[in-house]
T-cell receptor
Framework: QKEVEQNSGPLSVPEGAIASLNCTYS??????FFWYRQYSGKSPELIMS????GDKEDGRFTAQLNKASQYVSLLIRDSQPSDSATYLC????????????FGKGTRLSVIA | GAVVSQHPSRVICKSGTSVKIECRSL??????MFWYRQFPKQSLMLMAT?????????EQGVEKDKFLINHASLTLSTLTVTSAHPEDSSFYIC?????????????FGNGTRLTVT
């Protein structure tokens, strides 16, 4: 059973702080990793993709991947109240056309 | 970027009627689309994998005769909820991946909120 684990939260951070979201996955053969943001009542929106070990930065977002530890994280710098949402970690285990395996999501609350 | 269009965004129907939801990839082709359902405050649940030109693959516990999926072209998949009941009220979301590679991300439609009265 391929699994993706996330702390459900809520994770509360003050405005301007760094929010750190973590995710672990069970399938060591996983090849691609994604972070989605989902606002309440809306569908998920892709915010980051990462495929190789290390850090990948895009604006205020940094994704970190450590395949040896089977660990993916998302850092949000200068957190804003508009970042308050549920963040979903998703993993693709092979190169075929298979669905992503999603974690249950971490709810982030940025306090003004 | 890759855009997935889903219609309708919201539908209210009476118990016993059928509802069709359309999912289109606007600027890319997708041999496979995925249908998810999400109940309030719960996580995404994969319902089925829609395959262009062949039968859909349903997840365990999802009734294939109730949730009819048709994937007639590389840009269109439809989900029909037949004989809907109040317990089918949920948020239905389709997603697709560019035909190019399985390592690329899924792109989601905006979802359809179904309310069965």
């Amino acid at each position: 059973q391929k699994e993706v684990e996330q702390n459900s939260g809520p994770l509360s951070v003050p405005e301007g702080a760094i929010a750190s979201l973590n995710c672990t996955y069970s399938d060591r053969g996983s090849q691609s990793f994604f972070w989605y943001r989902q606002y309440s009542g809306k569908s998920p929106e892709l915010i980051m993709s990462i495929y190789s070990n290390g850090d990948k930065e895009d604006g205020r977002f940094t994704a970190q991947l450590n395949k040896a530890s089977q660990y993916v994280s998302l850092l949000i710098r200068d957190s804003q109240p508009s970042d308050s949402a549920t963040y979903l970690c998703a993993v693709n285990s092979d190169s075929g056309n298979t669905p992503l395996v999603f974690g249950k999501g971490t709810r982030l609350s940025v306090i003004a | 970027g890759a855009v997935v269009s889903q219609h309708p965004s919201r539908v209210i129907c009476k118990s016993g009627t059928s509802v069709k939801i359309e999912c289109r990839s606007l600027d890319f082709q997708a041999t496979t689309m995925f249908w998810y359902r999400q109940f309030p405050k719960q996580s995404l649940m994969l319902m089925a994998t829609s395959n262009e030109g062949s039968k859909a693959t349903y997840e365990q516990g999802v009734e294939k005769d109730k949730f009819l999926i048709n994937h007639a072209s590389l840009t269109l998949s439809t989900l029909t909820v037949t004989s809907a009941h109040p317990e089918d009220s949920s948020f239905y979301i389709c997603s697709a991946r560019d035909i190019g590679t399985g390592t690329s991300p899924l792109h989601f439609g905006n979802g359809t909120r179904l309310t069965v009265t």
